[in-house]
């Protein structure tokens, strides 16, 4: 247990020894004023020169004099001297007009300039410049001591606020083009006009940051065409005919997010019939195509089993704008696309 104690005490010495050391070593060097000088310097800045270094010892200061290495009176001040650890270090450079007093200040990290004009006396011109310096070392050291005693009397600061937890945001998806391939079954409401027929619809998803994760909006081309011909028949005679519809449409998508999104669509186009007719003598033979602007409208889901592709089951009536009649042996047979019922299935693959 003594031998512990007398340890501890050693510890302890030498911790206080080291303190005082250092404390005395800093007050020595805050005392310690770098006086440079030219060695080719006039008269008068070897006059400024001596009067400063007086003023500076009897004021106190420890004055180490140096040769200035540097021509810049900036780069000397702030580099000479560093392993002599002076408080300050002055240099009085000469001009044309008077002399320049520079200062840098090494605790404060500071340099200052003092311009000094030339007098009719240069004795009392020289005496002035030499009690400017011992003032302005002076208010150094005073703004240092201050400085100190804010930094300690200032309390520390609180700590920083914990980061906000990280938060994966989902991925707003821009626009995707979808391209759809199918099968649609053409129902008119009037017997004998049913068809099969293939249908194609490309179309562009609008980017996400536009319509939200509810709703989604297509811009969609559809083609239906190019499929098996409708028999219309009446008395002797008969008329094939084939429709070929192309319109613009805008999906209203609802639900993007799931497997399963309903969606209604609305739209316009045309639409293209090819008439045939066929029929025994005395009756004539003739075919025709007529033109006609159309609206749609439709409505169904697109079940997507994958996120780029999926299934798509769709209802659309079509209401052509002229009315087609169609007529046998003079007589009128039917009426074509007064509506038309579209009943559509096929894949979306999307890009």
């Not at 340099?111 to 003032?135: F, K, M, S, W």
């Not at 009536?317 to 047979?333: F, H, P, Y």
């Amino acid at each position: 247990m003594k031998r512990r104690g007398w340890l501890r005490r050693l510890a302890w010495s030498y911790a206080l020894g080291v303190s005082l050391t250092t404390s005395e070593a800093l007050a020595e060097y805050s005392h310690r004023v770098l006086l440079l000088e030219r060695s080719a310097s006039d008269e008068a800045s070897r006059e400024v020169t001596t009067r400063v270094r007086a003023e500076l010892s009897a004021a106190g200061f420890d004055v180490v004099v140096v040769p200035a290495q540097e021509t810049d009176p900036q780069a000397a001040v702030e580099g000479a001297g560093r392993e002599l650890h002076p408080a300050s270090v002055l240099l009085v450079e000469p001009e044309d007009d008077g002399s320049e007093l520079w200062l840098a200040d090494r605790m404060l990290r500071k340099t200052v300039v003092l311009r000094l004009r030339a007098g009719p006396d240069r004795n009392q011109e020289a005496a002035r410049i030499a009690v400017q310096a011992v003032e302005l070392v002076k208010a150094r050291l005073a703004e240092l001591a201050v400085t100190r005693e804010n930094e300690a009397a200032r309390p520390p600061p609180p700590p920083p606020p914990p980061p906000p937890p990280f938060v994966l945001e989902p991925e707003t998806r821009g626009a995707r083009p979808n391209l759809t391939l199918g099968v649609a079954l053409l129902e008119s409401f009037q017997r004998g006009q049913n068809a099969i027929s293939p249908v194609i619809r490309l179309g562009v998803t609008l980017p996400e940051r536009w319509t939200g994760d509810v709703l989604a909006l297509d811009a969609r081309g559809s083609f239906v065409g190019l499929g098996r011909a409708a028999r219309i028949e009446q008395g002797p005679g008969a008329a094939t005919l084939r429709h070929t519809a192309v319109a613009l449409d805008v999906v209203m998508r609802f639900l993007p997010q799931r497997r399963l999104q309903p969606f209604v669509s609305l739209g316009a186009g045309f639409l293209a019939l090819d008439v045939a007719g066929a029929a025994p003598d005395p009756y004539r033979n003739a075919s025709a195509r007529t033109f006609s602007g159309l609206v749609n409208a439709s409505g169904g889901v697109w079940l997507k089993p994958l996120s780029s592709l999926g299934l798509v089951l769709e209802a659309q009536l079509l209401q052509a704008w002229s009315k087609t009649v169609v007529r046998i042996a003079g007589e009128d047979a039917a009426e074509v696309a007064a509506p038309l019922l579209v009943l559509s299935g096929g894949l979306m693959a999307e890009f």
